[in-house]
């Protein structure tokens, strides 16, 4: 079993990790700290981003390989992670480092997370619809309040845009140019997709979340209530590779750098 460690502490792209790799002869050493490496303790392997003179690239370190310590964390969502500090530890090269491969990793796990939360937040929708069907005050439905409409409008828009733009980064990670447009542009609009879904994801998902929380009132923050499970884990994907604001400047150094055509 191998899990994945893409993520360092403090305002860090993880398409360019810190933690570094040093060619020791025919072996690598790796040096730095991982943060919230998930579901570590059933793991074999950890597969770990690091910076190389040629670049970023991919390594498999063994759970227990010199130079390895863990620190347990927990996450906003109450699953088991924990810190991993790497010690000139060895690692095995999966690929070669610079050839882009650490940077595909990260879109594909954004489109990843973005598939999870659209799930997450269309589930507490569902939960606040049905509840505001149900809880009654004045003699009405919760739901046939206009204000209550407004919030549960805003909600279903940010989950559509969260839909629409996740199948768009769907389709263009399947396209062998990840061009929709059929025109040989490279890989750079699949690259812009995945943002724009991660964007949303993030933004979106924090956002339907958040509202659906308030409009459960006092029943949201009882954890007898699964609703407070979709605030917690749309919260943890939101900060995950970055928040909303890491993933706009990424799509505009994109879309400024020209690699991107409309």
């Not at 690692?91 to 491969?101: A, K, Q, R």
């Not at 542009?185 to 659906?212: C, I, S, Y």
């Amino acid at each position: 079993r191998v899990t994945l460690a893409l993520e360092e502490f403090g305002p860090a792209d993880p398409r360019t990790p810190r933690t570094t790799a040093v060619a020791d002869g025919p072996h690598w050493r790796l040096t730095g700290t991982k943060a919230v490496v998930p579901a570590p303790s059933g793991a074999r392997h950890v597969l770990v981003t690091a910076t190389t003179e040629a670049g970023p690239g991919l390594f498999l370190v063994a759970r227990d390989a010199p130079g390895v310590s863990w620190e347990h964390a927990e996450t906003t969502s109450h699953d088991l992670s924990a810190h991993l500090t790497l010690d000139g530890t060895p690692g095995d090269p999966v690929g070669t480092p610079g050839d882009g491969g650490v940077a595909r990793l990260v879109r594909d796990a954004s489109v990843a997370l973005a598939a999870v939360q659209l799930g997450v937040a269309e589930g507490a929708l569902r939960h606040a619809a049905d509840h505001l069907r149900e809880r009654h005050q004045f003699g009405r439905p919760l739901a046939t309040f206009q204000a209550v409409q407004h919030q549960l409008a805003d909600c279903y828009i940010d989950v559509e845009a969260m839909r629409v733009t996740l199948w768009q980064a769907v389709d263009a990670l399947t396209e062998p140019s990840g061009d929709l447009s059929g025109a040989p542009a490279g890989p750079a609009p699949a690259d812009r997709a995945a943002l724009v879904a991660k964007w949303w994801a993030t933004e979106g998902g924090l956002n339907t979340v958040h509202r659906v929380q308030h409009l459960h009132g006092g029943i949201g923050v009882d954890t007898d209530y699964p609703v407070h499970r979709h605030f917690l884990w749309g919260k943890q994907i939101s900060t995950t590779l970055g928040g909303a604001g890491a993933d706009l400047e990424r799509l505009g150094a994109l879309l400024t750098s020209g690699a991107v055509t409309s």
